[in-house]
């Protein structure tokens, strides 16, 4: 199926294939206490994807929606909201009714995405509270960072729904040394400020939980040339008033 496939027929949350979950994280929403499900299955394939374990959509789920459930009983009054996360969760056809769960059972809903499936998403925004959603590059810089299939435009329009909509967001922006999306970080961070994002992270790749071969390629960098470059993007970043900055080094 191409990345800007449109909503698929509706299937219960227990269909979910959901590779870990959280109890407890301070770091999936901004200024709020969640729990995180991570579910399995991404179609791109980033350099830096720190979560790469979840690409292939064939891995079977190791946690039961049964557990998500149990745990949110246990928390209730505890916790602000659940985050969904991934892998890219939109791919997931029972998404929606997870998301309706978790309103239901009182809980706030948030998203994190990198904007595959715009019609899918917007089909969930009546679901959802708050959404993390990535730009990797420019529209047509999309292959080199997230492989031959991705389609850039389809991460930009979600954008444009998440401001439609006004949906609470934040967009973020991956970079390494050498990197396309360092390259574009900044244009980037302008063009989703002109489209209405208030809320953009600038986010430094980890290595761990990478690919080796990903891993073994940032042994090659050169930290003294980086850091003067990460360095010099956070302050012209930061420079985009009135656009609010969050700086994620490694």
């Known amino acids: 199926?191409?990345?800007?496939?449109?909503?698929?027929?509706?299937?219960?949350?227990?269909?979910?294939?959901?590779a870990g979950l959280v109890p407890l994280s301070t770091t999936d929403w901004p200024d709020r206490l969640?729990?995180?499900?991570?579910l399995q299955g991404c179609p791109w394939s980033c350099t830096y994807c720190h979560?790469?374990?979840?690409?292939?959509?064939?891995?079977?789920?190791q946690v039961p929606w049964a557990e998500v459930g149990a745990l949110l009983e246990r928390r209730a009054g505890l916790?602000?909201?659940v985050v969904f996360s991934g892998g890219e969760a939109t791919r997931q056809a029972g998404l929606a009714d997870a998301l309706a769960r978790v309103r239901r059972a009182g809980f706030a809903t948030g998203l994190h995405t990198a904007g595959a499936y715009p019609r899918r998403l917007a089909a969930l925004l009546p679901l959802l509270d708050?959404?993390?959603l990535d730009l990797k590059a420019l529209p047509a810089h999309y292959?080199?960072?997230?492989?031959?299939?991705?389609?850039?435009?389809?991460?930009?329009?979600?954008?444009?729904?998440?401001?439609?909509?006004?949906?609470?967001?934040?967009?973020?922006?991956?970079?390494?040394p050498g990197?396309?999306?360092?390259?574009?970080?900044?244009?980037?961070?302008?063009?989703?400020?002109?489209?209405?994002?208030?809320?953009?992270?600038?986010?430094?790749?980890?290595?761990?939980?990478?690919?080796p071969a990903f891993a073994l390629s940032a042994k090659e960098w050169?930290?003294?040339?980086?850091?003067?470059?990460?360095?010099?993007?956070?302050?012209?970043?930061?420079?985009?008033?009135p656009l609010q900055v969050t700086v994620r080094p490694a």
């Open 1 to 18: 199926m191409r990345a800007g496939g449109g909503p698929r027929p509706a299937a219960p949350a227990e269909s979910l294939q959901i």
């Open 34 to 38: 969640t729990a995180t499900v991570y």
């Open 51 to 61: 979560n790469c374990d979840l690409i292939d959509p064939r891995t079977p789920g």
């Open 79 to 81: 916790l602000d909201g």
């Open 130 to 132: 708050w959404v993390g």
């Open 143 to 176: 292959p080199a960072v997230a492989g031959p299939g991705a389609r850039g435009q389809d991460a930009w329009d979600c954008l444009d729904l998440l401001v439609a909509a006004g949906i609470a967001h934040e967009v973020r922006t991956t970079v390494h």
């Open 179 to 211: 990197s396309v999306a360092a390259t574009d970080a900044l244009a980037v961070a302008r063009a989703a400020a002109a489209r209405g994002a208030r809320c953009f992270a600038l986010q430094e790749a980890r290595t761990r939980g990478t690919t």
């Open 222 to 241: 050169d930290e003294t040339r980086w850091r003067r470059e990460w360095r010099a993007l956070v302050a012209a970043v930061q420079d985009l008033a």
